[in-house]
């Protein structure tokens, strides 16, 4: 297939209304959506996607109940505990964007571990947006930029790119939500701004490689205008 996307960017939604559906406990329809994250992060990288970002936990989302986000803490840990290791194996690099703040000790230890022991890997880099708000991103952006003093007129569309989390992450070539939700709620505000949208009626636990390859085939037919 021609025209494969350099990034992908995904935003998993319809956990909880998935559980909901089959009379399953929320954590039940967060670990569905985590075990189907893992099959469309292989069937991307293996379509020659480079960079494969995914919103797995917001900051506006410790606002839900304590025994939800503690489920998805727990599910986090269990990724950078055990399934880090596979990802390095398979040549992955995966780095998180996103605020430390309220993140416990451990998890931010295990985040750095990560984004070392994975550093090397050249197979796709896995971007994961973790306690993770666009419009808080702009904001640590202008704030590095303070910090180094740059004159008003030094402040440039690449000096600002420069100062984002992980500056290396490039613009979102698509951006795929499920659920049937229409908007972006806060994901990779800056480097959607020419990015394709794709939205799917179906919760994020009930994608598979399959769903991927019809994804690629809808934006292999796009035409990209840039403004042009």
Not at 200 to 224: F, G, N
Request: net charge negative; charged share 25%.
């Amino acid at each position: 297939m021609s025209d494969i996307p350099a990034h992908i960017g995904y935003i998993l939604d319809g956990n909880r209304r998935w559980a909901k559906k089959h009379g399953l406990p929320t954590y039940e329809g967060h670990l569905a959506g985590y075990n189907a994250l893992k099959d469309v992060i292989a069937a991307t990288a293996d379509a020659g996607v480079k960079y494969i970002s995914f919103y797995s936990f917001s900051t506006q989302n410790w606002n839900r109940a304590e025994d939800e986000v503690n489920g998805i803490m727990s599910l986090v840990r269990r990724l950078f505990k055990s399934d880090v290791k596979q990802l390095v194996k398979d040549g992955y690099k995966v780095v998180v964007l996103g605020s430390r703040d309220r993140l416990p000790a451990d998890i931010v230890a295990m985040i750095d571990r990560t984004e070392e022991v994975s550093q090397s890997g050249t197979r796709a880099t896995l971007a994961m947006c973790f306690n993770y708000g666009g419009q808080e991103e702009i904001v640590r952006a202008a704030q590095r930029l303070a910090a180094q003093g740059l004159a008003s007129e030094d402040i440039t569309l690449e000096a600002f790119t420069a100062a984002l989390d992980h500056p290396d992450i490039p613009p979102c070539d698509l951006i795929v939500r499920t659920s049937g939700e229409q908007r972006l709620s806060d994901f990779m505000l800056w480097r959607s701004a020419y990015s394709e949208f794709l939205f799917l009626d179906k919760y994020w636990p009930e994608m598979t490689k399959d769903d991927v390859t019809a994804i690629l085939e809808e934006y292999s037919v796009r035409q990209r205008r840039f403004g042009g």
